[in-house]
């Protein structure tokens, strides 16, 4: 038996893990209006060490009135003495995405296949059984997010092979989408929202009853943390990152799209506001660019103090615009 699952082109893709439920989640049109509904804060994580250092907030990535969420671990697993292969097979001809991490070492689409150990997430998204593959979504060796195959034994020591790694991210989570699903644009989640990013307030703080809130940088007090990096690197004392670029335009061109929907439902200004939000989408992106090909180029000095500068400029120009459509919202 084969059965390959339908996957869109996320809104967003910066990182997997918030990239493919964006993905499957958008294989339904009407679960655009609550992606704009949310994705709307940022957050910096100033500790040098961490893994993630700039990127969307998110209570929970997995939560979506889209998805119904099976949020299985590793552990589990080993409880139930369940083979991997098995078990993702069985799930993903029962119309479940896997998401889970796998050893890379193990991995064909993966560039550090057969040259060092090391976990990374991905997501299973068809089987073969004749051939006795599955069909996976991720990053590949070219740095394109796009499907790829895994041979059942290949993944068998992908997914053994993180026994012998330190190991945080022990999902196996099985996702699924809800087809009938009701979530209309909310307009005062967003006009919320917004006065949050502009307030750079801890939005982690509305959780606290679940975790401890997260010491971050929010809103739009991430430009100061980014153009510090950017600064680094520039100056060759900060490794090559194009994912706080990336990041920056993934939420210009979600903010694009959220203040064009806006104008569709209320029109009036929103119409000019969604042109000033192109504009910003459109800077970020031409940044983001420069910086991927003076890298590429081995000229990242060429990136420049006066490329880094224009955060100034393009942050308070999404001041501008987005205090005005929290004006309007407030007239809503």
């Known amino acids: 038996m084969k059965k390959e699952l ?23 049109d009407r679960a655009r209006d609550w992606i704009l509904s949310n994705y709307v804060h940022l957050a910096y994580d100033l500790d040098p060490a961490t893994p993630v250092p700039f990127c969307f907030y998110l209570y929970d990535y997995a939560i ?33 995405y896997v998401y889970l991490n796998l050893d890379d070492f193990h991995v064909p689409s993966r560039p550090l296949y057969g040259v060092r150990h090391s976990s990374h997430d991905l997501l299973l998204c068809g089987v073969d059984d004749a051939a006795r593959t599955f069909s996976t979504y991720g990053y590949d060796k070219a740095d394109v997010l796009r499907r790829s195959t895994i041979g059942f034994e290949e993944f068998r020591a992908a997914y053994r092979g993180l026994d012998a790694l330190p190991e945080d991210c022990t999902q196996v989570y099985l996702y699924r989408v809800v087809p009938d699903a009701a979530y209309d644009f909310n307009l005062r989640v967003v006009r919320e929202s917004l006065e949050e ?17 997260w010491e971050r940088a929010y809103g739009v007090d991430v430009y100061p943390p980014l153009q510090r990096y950017l600064t680094e690197w520039v100056e060759g004392r900060a490794d090559y990152d194009i994912r706080n670029l990336h990041i920056l335009w993934e939420h210009k061109k979600l903010m694009t799209l959220r203040v064009e929907r806006m104008a569709q439902l209320l029109g009036g200004p929103f119409t000019a506001l969604a042109e ?57």
């Open 197 to 213: 990013y502009l307030d750079g307030t801890n939005v982690s703080l509305r959780f606290e009853m679940l975790r401890p809130a």
């Open 64 to 96: 979506s009135p889209w998805l119904d969420v099976v949020r299985a671990n590793r552990r589990w697993l080993a409880d139930l003495a369940a083979d991997p292969v098995e078990y993702c097979r069985t799930a993903v001809h029962a119309g479940h």
């Open 276 to 332: 000033d939000a192109q504009a910003l989408e459109k800077h970020a992106f031409r940044l983001r660019n420069k910086m991927f090909f003076r890298e590429a180029a081995g000229r990242p000095a060429e990136f420049g103090h006066a490329e880094i500068a224009e955060l100034d400029g393009l942050r308070k120009a999404e001041e501008r615009a987005l205090r005005e459509a929290v004006r309007q919202l407030r007239n809503v």
């Open 6 to 28: 339908p996957l869109s082109d996320p809104l967003a893709n910066g990182y997997h893990f918030y990239g493919f439920p964006l993905a499957i989640a958008g294989t339904v």
